[in-house]
């Protein structure tokens, strides 16, 4: 074994270690006791039960990634990707056909092996607190859909970035860069109108109390807003969500129907001011550059890494080539991607309590966000009393007794 092969086999078990010890004291944080704040919300028994529920998931949790941990040792140090390779090589399909099929190889491989996964979540777990609402038909479907997708998307994309590497020499990774940029801002600007009305129906919201309580909204803060839709997210589970997507003209709001049921319509203002708070504080154009300038450096990193053999004698290949390399390049970016994913998550978090006291000092009504967010709480059977490490390590956002207790100190706001 190279010292290739070694940083990436530690940083694959010190990960897997990492997220077990988060699992354990986090287990061990539940208080036994309802959180003063959600007393009045949080029956005892509904309280057990959203404890149950973090239990059942943190146990399967660690039967996923602990057979996902074999699996990828397995086939590594069984040469699985060196056979493949050899496999494919023997048709003679060129440097871009061949990593099409090497990459799209992988990928249907790993899709196999956690499907029975998912059907386990949403058909036994989330089925059994309550929340499936998925169909057989609907996942199947959804299964093809973005199977589908991934390819229209992906193959033409990974097509080009192979085709760059083999021609462009020392210019590819810049190339790559501007092209895969590119790509992802149109990406997103469909997105609203193409991509996701595939997987949920967007009906424009009808005018009366709660449209002209947004609309209004949205003008006391110059938000300019054309398009607020309800999504059928009752179609695949009782959670709720809200969110914006696209960009531009093209961007619009969209509020799940469960969320409608489950909030009163200023609670809902409160929940769009929040995410219009995303928008004016420029978080969402902070993360496209972070992304961007990510993409950048990944792009420079490989075309060092892709011409170096030790990068393919650690996973046994008998030839080099640009697409393993992309792969085995992936799998030694792991400790700096868990860093930066660290450090994205941090961000987030504050970027919530940002959005949070943007919400509370335009609506003037800390107090909806704060009952919306106790509602969301118990519908969800959110964890309320995660472990610090956990959080550090998991949370994209801040644990919600923070965040209510932050709206709730007025000398923030
Ligand atoms: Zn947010």
Same mark, same amino acid.
Do not use: C
């Given at each position: 074994m190279n010292w290739i092969a070694w940083i990436i086999l530690i940083a694959l078990i010190v990960d897997y270690l990492l997220n077990l010890i988060a699992d354990i004291v986090n287990l061990k944080h539940l208080s036994p006791e309802v959180p003063e704040t959600f007393q009045n919300v949080y029956d005892a028994d509904r309280y057990a039960r959203s404890q149950e529920y973090l239990k059942v998931n943190t146990r399967f949790e660690w039967w996923v990634?602990?057979? =996902?941990l074999m699996i990828v040792l397995i086939f590594w140090f069984g040469h699985g990707f060196a +056979?493949? =390779? =050899?496999?494919?090589? $023997? +048709?003679?399909?060129?440097?871009?056909?061949?990593?099409? *099929? +090497?990459?799209?190889?992988?990928? %249907? *491989?790993?899709?196999?092996?956690?499907?029975? %996964? !998912?059907?386990y979540s949403t058909f036994v777990i989330e089925e059994r607190f309550g929340f499936n609402k998925t169909t057989v038909k609907t996942f199947i479907m959804d299964l093809i859909k973005s199977l589908v997708l991934s390819i229209i998307l992906g193959a033409p994309l990974l097509a080009g970035i192979l085709y760059f590497f083999e021609v462009a020499g020392g210019n590819a990774w810049w190339y790559c860069w501007v092209v895969v940029t590119g790509f992802v801002l149109i990406v997103q600007f469909i997105?609203?109108?193409? *991509?996701?009305?595939? %997987?949920?129906? %967007?009906?424009?919201l009808e005018s009366g109390e709660l449209k002209d309580m947004i609309i209004n909204y949205a003008r006391s803060i110059q938000f300019s807003l054309e398009n607020i839709f309800i999504i059928d997210g009752s179609k695949r589970s009782s959670k709720s969500n809200a969110f914006f997507t696209g960009f531009g003209k093209n961007k619009r709001i969209a509020l799940y129907d469960t969320l409608v049921d489950q909030l009163s319509h200023s609670e809902l203002v409160s929940v769009l001011a929040h995410e219009m708070g995303h928008y004016k504080k420029k978080h969402i154009w902070i993360n496209m550059a972070i992304g961007i300038f990510y993409s950048g450096l990944m792009f420079y990193l490989l075309s060092i890494f892709i011409s170096y053999d030790g990068l393919f004698d650690a996973f046994f290949m008998s030839h080099a080539s640009v697409y393993a390399g992309m792969i085995f390049f992936g799998m030694l970016f792991t400790p700096i991607d868990f860093f930066l994913g660290l450090f994205l998550q941090s961000l987030s978090r504050y970027?919530? +309590?940002?959005?949070?006291?943007?919400?509370?000092?335009? $609506?003037?009504?800390?107090?909806?966000?704060? !009952?919306?967010?106790?509602?969301l709480s118990v519908q969800n059977l959110s964890n309320l009393t995660p472990h610090p490490i956990y959080v550090f390590l998991n949370y994209s956002h801040p644990p919600v007794l923070q965040r209510v207790k932050r709206l709730r100190s007025s000398e923030n706001y």
């Open positions: 990634s602990s057979l =996902d +056979y493949l =390779d =050899d496999w494919i090589r $023997t +048709y003679n399909m060129g440097p871009v056909g061949s990593g099409l *099929i +090497y990459v799209g190889a992988l990928g %249907f *491989i790993k899709l196999f092996l956690s499907l029975p %996964f !998912s059907v997105a609203p109108t193409w *991509i996701m009305p595939w %997987f949920n129906t %967007f009906t424009p970027n919530e +309590y940002q959005a949070d006291r943007f919400a509370a000092q335009t $609506t003037k009504k800390p107090n909806d966000l704060v !009952s919306a967010l106790k509602k």
